[in-house]
């Protein structure tokens, strides 16, 4: 029988005050773009803390307060909020924004294009891929929208953006209270220097995919399928990683969520049909920024990357991983027909091993599960996948070991849980039946 210890909140409170103070130091290395090696140190120490709480939660019972985790989780990011942004993925969701609040359909052109030449300003040299139009999917432009209504800065957006994080917060820490876990794994995503970074920091856009995937699951833990379902398609309509759900929706046989889904999704996208449909007219292509973003764009790629060893074709290589997705997709919808949390962990963690681009903040889709389902491999993951800033100061050799650790070590640490899998026991059976 496992003894076990118990962990005194204000110890817990103490590891708090300490993340506190190696949060600020980030403020001495602003911009981070232009301190890269001072950035990673503090990011370094960051992680080493953080495997520390993980492997203490792990071992033993952690008492601790919502409200602890919650004022640390505000407190760390107000510490980044002030900071400029590593991604100048923000840029463009401030163009996106302006364009929509100029009555034109952010769709139809790209930041180039000679139409919009009237919205151009000091930000616009700052937008990433400015041939290329939006990729980004209607309740995500919206956003953008509300925030450019508001005052179209970085800042405004990032302010949206943490928002929607501390928002995910707050509802993973009450969904962790419904299946009667302790708060304190919470901190697993709340206090993640990852997700801090990303966005506080950086001001990405998920943390609204990742609020409504965690407000679905928490109304589906209650077996309120119908807000569930709503809350399900707004989370496609933020990012489209979460249309991986659609198996799982298809096993619960239900043709009214199955309807449901499809009219939201259906009725955020026809504001933006029309000019799109002209588009088409005319045969001009449509999506264009999408389409570059699916067939030609790679980053930090595991499986993909070593299907290019034997398969120098990238279509053939991204149909195969396609297939293998899809296939994994509905074999476990089936098995976890009533488990929605481990389907979409499971799902959303096959769909990064598959994914021929993985940028850092795409892991930050994992780290809520991981307060449920603590696999050492996705944690390793999501500690790591913030060195990939080493290309930013282009340490590409540097990298290339990087990357090659990193997958080392998250292949062999998933292949031990696999093998290990019929003895697991607790949150680690994410794996076995």
């Given at each position: 029988m496992t003894v076990f210890w118990k962990f005194p909140k204000g110890l817990f409170f103490s590891f708090g005050i300490a993340l506190?103070?190696?949060?600020?130091?980030?403020?001495?290395?602003?911009?981070?773009?232009?301190?890269?090696?001072?950035?990673?140190?503090?990011y370094a120490v960051l992680i080493l803390l953080s495997v520390i709480m993980a492997a203490w939660l792990k071992k033993n019972e952690v008492p601790s307060s919502r409200w602890i985790i919650f004022a640390f989780a505000v407190l760390f990011r107000l510490t980044l909020l002030w900071t400029p942004p590593m991604s100048t993925d923000i840029y463009r969701y401030v163009w996106d924004g302006r364009v929509q609040q100029a009555g034109i359909n952010p769709y139809l052109h790209s930041p180039l294009a000679p139409e919009l030449k009237f919205l151009r300003d000091d930000l616009h040299s700052s937008i990433n891929h400015p041939g290329l139009s939006t990729i980004y999917p209607p309740?995500?432009?919206?956003?953008?929208?509300?925030?450019?209504a508001i005052a179209p800065t970085v800042f405004v957006q990032k302010i949206i953006f943490t928002l929607f994080d501390l928002a995910a917060v707050w509802v993973l820490l009450m969904l962790l209270e419904l299946k009667r876990i302790s708060p304190?794994?919470?901190?697993?995503?709340?206090?993640?220097?990852?997700?801090?970074?990303?966005?506080?920091?950086?001001?990405?856009?998920?943390?609204?995919?990742?609020?409504?995937?965690?407000?679905?699951?928490?109304?589906?833990?209650?077996?309120?399928?119908?807000?569930?379902?709503?809350?399900?398609?707004?989370?496609?309509?933020?990012?489209?990683?979460?249309?991986?759900?659609?198996?799982?929706?298809?096993?619960?046989?239900?043709?009214?969520?199955?309807a449901i889904y499809g009219l939201v999704i259906i009725a955020a996208c026809l504001p933006f049909a029309r000019g799109l449909l002209e588009m088409a007219s005319r045969g001009e292509p449509v999506f264009a920024g999408f389409s570059a973003f699916a067939k030609d764009w790679t980053?930090?790629?595991?499986?993909?990357?070593?299907?290019?060893?034997?398969?120098?074709?990238?279509?053939?290589?991204?149909?195969?991983?396609?297939?293998?997705?899809?296939?994994?997709?509905?074999?476990?919808?089936?098995?976890?027909?009533?488990?929605?949390?481990?389907?979409?962990?499971?799902?959303?963690?096959?769909?990064?091993?598959?994914?021929?681009?993985?940028?850092?903040?795409?892991?930050?889709?994992?780290?809520?599960?991981?307060?449920?389902?603590?696999?050492?491999?996705?944690?390793?993951?999501?500690?790591?996948?913030?060195?990939?800033?080493?290309?930013?100061?282009?340490?590409?050799?540097?990298?290339?070991?990087?990357?090659?650790?990193?997958?080392?070590?998250?292949?062999?640490?998933?292949?031990?849980?696999?093998?290990?899998?019929?003895?697991?026991k607790g949150p680690c059976n994410i794996i076995r039946s």
């Amino acid at each position: 029988m496992t003894v076990f210890w118990k962990f005194p909140k204000g110890l817990f409170f103490s590891f708090g005050i300490a993340l506190a103070v190696v949060y600020t130091c980030f403020l001495l290395v602003i911009p981070f773009n232009d301190h890269i090696p001072g950035f990673l140190a503090i990011y370094a120490v960051l992680i080493l803390l953080s495997v520390i709480m993980a492997a203490w939660l792990k071992k033993n019972e952690v008492p601790s307060s919502r409200w602890i985790i919650f004022a640390f989780a505000v407190l760390f990011r107000l510490t980044l909020l002030w900071t400029p942004p590593m991604s100048t993925d923000i840029y463009r969701y401030v163009w996106d924004g302006r364009v929509q609040q100029a009555g034109i359909n952010p769709y139809l052109h790209s930041p180039l294009a000679p139409e919009l030449k009237f919205l151009r300003d000091d930000l616009h040299s700052s937008i990433n891929h400015p041939g290329l139009s939006t990729i980004y999917p209607p309740l995500a432009q919206w956003t953008f929208r509300l925030g450019a209504a508001i005052a179209p800065t970085v800042f405004v957006q990032k302010i949206i953006f943490t928002l929607f994080d501390l928002a995910a917060v707050w509802v993973l820490l009450m969904l962790l209270e419904l299946k009667r876990i302790s708060p304190a794994w919470g901190a697993v995503y709340a206090w993640h220097p990852l997700v801090i970074v990303e966005f506080a920091g950086s001001g990405h856009l998920d943390s609204l995919m990742i609020f409504l995937m965690i407000v679905s699951l928490y109304l589906l833990e209650r077996k309120k399928m119908i807000p569930a379902t709503i809350a399900l398609a707004g989370a496609a309509l933020s990012k489209i990683a979460p249309l991986s759900m659609v198996p799982w929706l298809l096993m619960q046989k239900n043709k009214r969520l199955l309807a449901i889904y499809g009219l939201v999704i259906i009725a955020a996208c026809l504001p933006f049909a029309r000019g799109l449909l002209e588009m088409a007219s005319r045969g001009e292509p449509v999506f264009a920024g999408f389409s570059a973003f699916a067939k030609d764009w790679t980053f930090n790629s595991s499986l993909y990357a070593l299907l290019g060893l034997a398969i120098p074709s990238m279509t053939i290589r991204k149909s195969i991983l396609a297939l293998g997705l899809a296939s994994f997709s509905f074999y476990w919808a089936r098995r976890n027909r009533e488990d929605s949390m481990r389907y979409a962990f499971g799902c959303f963690y096959a769909l990064l091993l598959c994914s021929s681009i993985v940028e850092p903040w795409y892991i930050t889709w994992l780290i809520p599960f991981l307060s449920f389902y603590p696999l050492w491999s996705a944690l390793a993951w999501s500690w790591l996948a913030g060195f990939a800033y080493v290309v930013a100061d282009r340490h590409y050799v540097l990298w290339a070991w990087i990357w090659v650790a990193q997958y080392i070590l998250v292949y062999a640490l998933l292949a031990i849980e696999i093998i290990r899998a019929p003895k697991a026991k607790g949150p680690c059976n994410i794996i076995r039946s």
